[in-house]
């Protein structure tokens, strides 16, 4: 059964639980192997504040490209379906026919690295016209007092009908931007993300495999 997408629980795991995510969105429950459950968290909130407290600024570029080989390792020793490809850098763009765009058309989960006042992570699931699907790990209630108020335009919206897959829908012209306001991208030498693709339906292969 597939569950739905978690939020973060503290205000720096957005990295290991939107990469988590990924691997909701595309297995079921029981076809994930709990090892990878154990590899991203131990390996993820890698990084340090000024004041030298650990996990305190996230999780590092280096980390997430290092965890996405480990995964592709576990895949291919383990015939588990997965496929993860690290973009860095020009390479991250959201555009019709890019690899990015075209992953999500064909059902895959794209990990990527947005502002949100501070650099975070948040998980693409689809494409809707011209806009981008996501799921923000960063619980928010739009009712809430303290709610920002750079939340309030129609290029960000929020869903609330679809937690399997989806609470923004975010314009994909605002995601391309090279500024660092909500939900863009900033510089392109700033930019990364990991596409998170399953490379076969067989879930009875990958139950027999987890036994």
């Not at 969105?25 to 968290?41: A, G, Q, S, T, Y």
């Not at 923004?168 to 930019?191: C, F, P």
Request: charged fraction near 25%; proline fraction near 5%; aromatic fraction near 12%.
């Amino acid at each position: 059964m597939r569950i739905p997408l978690h939020y973060q629980t503290s205000e720096y795991d957005c990295g290991p639980v939107s990469m988590l995510n990924g691997i909701r969105f595309l297995f079921d429950r029981e076809e994930i192997p709990p090892e990878i459950v154990k590899f991203i968290m131990l390996y993820s909130m890698d990084t340090f504040n000024e004041h030298g407290q650990l996990c305190r600024h996230g999780t590092s570029a280096a980390a997430i490209h290092y965890i996405s080989n480990w995964l592709n390792h576990f895949a291919q020793t383990r015939r588990f379906p997965l496929h993860c490809t690290y973009f860095s850098g020009e390479e991250v763009a959201l555009v019709p026919g890019g690899p990015i765009w075209t992953a999500l058309e064909q059902g895959a989960a794209v990990l990527l690295r947005v502002s949100l006042e501070v650099w975070h992570y948040v998980l693409l699931t689809g494409v809707d016209g011209d806009r981008v699907l996501l799921f923000d790990p960063y619980y928010e209630e739009e009712d809430d007092p303290e709610f920002d108020e750079e939340y309030r335009t129609d290029e960000i919206r929020f869903l609330y009908d679809c937690p399997k897959k989806a609470n923004r829908s975010v314009l994909a012209e605002r995601l391309n931007r090279t500024a660092i306001d909500y939900y863009q991208m900033g510089d392109v030498a700033d930019r990364e993300a990991v596409i998170l693709r399953r490379t076969e339906s067989d879930k009875h292969a990958a139950e027999e495999l987890i036994i």
